[in-house]
């Protein structure tokens, strides 16, 4: 990246690069403070409009801007393909599946914070009580770079849907498919400020905490969402942090061993390793344990990264580093490559890299390796495989594949999401809410939970009659406390 020397009265800029050779693919401005909450401004004004619309016109909206993301899914997962560097196939997975959430965040709005009589209880049977939940304002969504167009959906289209504005701080790797999405959003619903974006770096997106926005949500790393929450907190701004992982793969003795060994690779390699609930590292059982390995290296080895190949750049040049020095430091203390290894980090590639034999407290066991990279290990049973699968800080996703124990130590994974004889799946299914625990982060975002981190219930109380007894006035008699007391032990009273 480079940031242009900053002249007198022009703004400063920035360029993304393409992760595979380099090339410029777009210049964007650096937004100052000043004007990230001049933006949060025009955006408050618009979300008025916008949560007075209701429930069945942003739908109609929001689904005509699925159908154009899908209209015009080559195009944006060309610009995909230029700025982050995925393959084109694995982009337009990744526009499909943020469709399907924006279609279903469409369809469920109303039922999922629409109004709802609830029961008002013994006590206050003279009330009709109903709860709500109402639009937060402006949402601030700070996104990553590795899946530009389906995590920061996964709360744009949400808030969107919940009837906040948002705007967006993509980043600075990927921020032409950032504006890519609002501009395709403004095109469908006209021009009021609903869906806006800032572009810049770190301090943008420090501007954007402090800007007075209704509620931040972020998705990076857990060392930035340390800093994100730490902004925030100087407003009381409420945040959603969706960090890092260091997913596990358990492999039960009864696992089928194919789909095991296919999700393990596709899981680890896919979108070069660069994924927040990839597998990074793998539990096999001991009796199953040669024979899955031997699976594994049939598919890894003939998997290969480079233009054209299943497996694209590495996006963030820095990365590069972490990887090689996870590998080294994994062969260093014990380890072996039986796949790859030290070599297969190139300039702007990492070719796959199969470790095994890796001691547990070692780098590329403990910290986000974020390359195309999988730690195998041989454990004497599935508890094993489960102590240490949860000996981590984060706590994100995971995997079980196991035909007869897999709900039951799927269930007992410490992590927010985690998938039986599949890899990855529940981020597919739009009912399901997505986010993390430890250091993972908090909050959630998807499904009807992540649809209510974006707005505030509202409970209503309304008086249908004059209650028998009588509690919230000073007229209130003697008689009515004692009956208060009767009640109360009739009700709550006996052991
Ligand atoms: P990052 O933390 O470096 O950056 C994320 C965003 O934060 C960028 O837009 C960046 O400009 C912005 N930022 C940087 N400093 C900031 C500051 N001080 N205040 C406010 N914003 C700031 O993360 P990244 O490298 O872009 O993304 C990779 C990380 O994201 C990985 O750890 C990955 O696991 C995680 N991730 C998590 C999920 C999830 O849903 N849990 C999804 C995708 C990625």
Not at 455 to 475: G, N
Request: proline share 5%.
């Amino acid at each position: 990246m480079t940031v242009t020397e900053p002249a007198a009265a022009i703004a400063e800029t920035f360029d993304s690069l393409n992760p595979a050779t380099g090339e410029v693919v777009g210049t964007h401005r650096i937004f100052t403070d000043a004007e990230v909450n001049e933006t949060v401004q025009r955006g408050r004004k618009a979300a008025a409009w916008w949560a007075e619309l209701g429930f069945a016109d942003r739908g109609k909206i929001l689904r005509g801007w699925r159908s154009a993301l899908v209209r015009r899914s080559a195009e944006l997962a060309d610009l995909m393909h230029q700025e982050n560097g995925k393959p084109h196939a694995d982009a337009m997975i990744e526009i499909v599946l943020a469709a399907d959430h924006l279609d279903w965040a469409s369809k469920h709005a109303r039922k999922v914070l629409g109004r709802r009589r609830v029961s008002s209880g013994m006590l206050m049977i003279n009330q009709t009580a109903s709860v709500e939940y109402q639009p937060l304002g402006v949402v601030g969504v700070i996104g990553p770079w590795n899946y530009p167009v389906f995590t920061p959906a996964g709360s744009i289209v949400y808030a969107l849907a919940a009837g906040n504005a948002v705007v967006f701080k993509p980043s600075e790797y990927t921020p032409g498919i950032g504006q890519w999405l609002a501009d395709s959003f403004r095109e469908v619903a006209g021009d009021l400020p609903l869906f806006q974006v800032i572009t810049g770096l770190g301090a943008t997106g420090n501007a954007l905490c402090r800007s007075g926005v209704d509620k931040l949500a972020f998705t990076g790393s857990a060392a930035t969402g340390k800093k994100v929450m730490a902004a925030c907190a100087e407003n009381l701004t409420p945040v959603v942090i969706e960090a890092g992982g260091k997913d596990a793969l358990l492999v039960d003795e009864d696992a089928n061993l194919d789909a095991a060994a296919d999700a393990a690779v596709w899981g680890g390699m896919s979108n070069a390793g660069q994924t927040c609930v990839g597998v990074e590292r793998v539990y096999v059982h001991e009796r199953v344990y040669d024979q899955f390995l031997d699976k594994v290296v049939t598919l890894a080895k003939d998997l290969k990264a480079g233009e054209g190949e299943p497996i694209g750049p590495i996006t963030m040049p820095s990365q590069l580093k972490v990887i090689r020095r996870h590998i080294a430091d994994a062969i260093e203390h014990g380890g072996r490559a039986v796949v790859g290894g030290l070599d297969a980090v190139g300039d702007r590639y990492v070719q796959p890299t199969v470790l095994v034999d890796v001691p547990e407290e070692s780098a590329a066991v403990r910290e986000e390796t974020f390359g195309p990279t999988l730690t195998i290990a041989k454990v004497p049973d599935m508890e094993d495989a489960l102590r240490r699968a949860n000996a981590t800080n984060y706590g994100l996703g995971g995997a079980v594949f196991s035909r007869a124990r897999g709900l039951e130590l799927a269930r007992r994974l410490r992590s927010g999401m985690t998938s039986v004889n599949g890899v990855i799946t529940f981020a597919g299914v739009p009912s399901l809410p997505f986010g993390g625990i430890g250091e993972s982060g908090f909050g959630r975002i998807h499904g009807p939970d992540g649809m209510r981190e974006f707005a505030r219930p509202k409970a209503i109380t309304q008086q249908r009659f004059t209650s028998p007894v009588r509690t919230t006035t000073f007229t209130r008699r003697p008689s009515d406390d004692r009956q208060l007391v009767r009640m109360a032990r009739l009700l709550y009273g006996r052991r």
